[in-house]
């Protein structure tokens, strides 16, 4: 298992962007993925990526807003948040899976499918 460590957390209005950042120390697996837990809820997937290829996966909720992308070189993922909602804030948690696939629409977004975590970064929305 590779750490990863998340960044780019913070507090911004509704209708603003954030960028998050997933540094993993070794090489990164060919499914990663952001999910996100709110005080009280389930944590949830957000957005994946097949690392070796082009397939990304995205939540309803975000989809058309945020976008998942990697640099293999350096070893990161990314998710550029746009257009922020207050519904948005939660801590947000990167995640790779060994697997050779993300596992389609089913899977990629099921966190019980993920088996390494980072420790989580904050992002705030106000209205």
């Known amino acids: 298992q590779v750490p990863l460590v998340e960044s780019g957390g913070g507090s911004v209005q509704a209708g603003e962007s954030l960028s998050l950042s997933c540094a993993a120390s070794g090489s990164i697996t060919n499914c990663m993925a952001w999910f996100r837990q709110a005080p009280g809820k389930e944590r949830e997937g957000v957005a994946a990526?097949?690392?070796?290829?082009?397939?990304?996966y995205y939540a309803d909720s975000v989809r058309g807003r945020f976008t998942v992308s990697v640099d293999n070189d350096k070893n990161t993922l990314y998710l550029e948040m746009n257009v922020l909602k207050p519904e948005d804030t939660a801590m947000y948690y990167c995640?790779?899976?060994?697997?050779?696939?993300?596992?389609?629409?089913?899977?990629?977004?099921?966190?019980?499918?993920?088996?390494?975590w980072g420790q989580g970064t904050q992002v705030t929305v106000s209205s």
């Open positions: 995640a790779a899976k060994s697997s050779l696939l993300c596992g389609g629409n089913r899977y990629a977004l099921v966190p019980s499918t993920y088996n390494t």
């Open positions: 990526k097949y690392t070796s290829g082009s397939s990304t």
